[in-house]
């Protein structure tokens, strides 16, 4: 005859207005997912094993695992040849994978080299792998690339900036950036 081990359980609103006790398990039996105590928080800490993808096209919550924060930004101005931050997000403590798109916008004069990447210092071209570089013709007005997605797991609010440095010979230039960061963990 085999064993058997039950756990505390309950439906939602009793799960969650419980307190389990330090390595204590609760079953939600509204969800089906899974908690353990740290003796503080109500509810309990859910299990990541216990999560699951979502079918219904919704999106994750606040500090969950998928959750999206993402900004565009258009027409910031920039000088040849100096730095500006295209675009910013704020990223909660966690582990994200961000990525970015920039484009350059001339008014007359060509780019002959065009950088971008993120960074968390303002204004501050990141190097290589974190940056893309492109060395252009000197036909070139307007130019998007994609910027490579970078890993950031940072323990406190972290501004993460999608910085451009454009070099051309005259005229004036603006921006245009688009960042987005999905909690990975």
Request: overall charge positive; proline content about 4%.
């Amino acid at each position: 005859m085999a064993n058997s081990i039950q756990i505390k359980r309950g439906v939602t609103a009793k799960v969650s207005a419980y307190t389990p006790l330090s390595g204590e398990l609760v079953l939600d039996t509204t969800t089906n997912k899974l908690y353990a105590g740290d003796g503080t928080t109500a509810g309990g800490n859910q299990i990541v094993a216990s999560k699951k993808g979502v079918t219904d096209a919704s999106s994750a919550s606040t500090g969950e695992v998928g959750e999206v924060i993402q900004v565009t930004t258009t027409a910031t101005a920039n000088a040849s040849s100096a730095a500006v931050n295209a675009a910013q997000i704020t990223l909660t403590a966690g582990d994200w994978d961000v990525g970015a798109v920039i484009k350059l916008n001339s008014s007359s004069a060509p780019y002959s080299v065009f950088v971008a990447g993120l960074n968390t210092s303002s204004a501050t071209q990141p190097s290589f792998p974190n940056a893309v570089q492109l060395n252009l013709p000197t036909s070139a007005t307007t130019q998007q690339a994609p910027v490579p997605s970078v890993r950031f797991n940072v323990s406190a609010s972290t501004t993460i900036y999608l910085v451009a440095l454009a070099v051309f010979a005259s005229g004036t230039s603006t921006v245009d950036g688009y960042i987005r960061a999905r909690r990975i963990r």
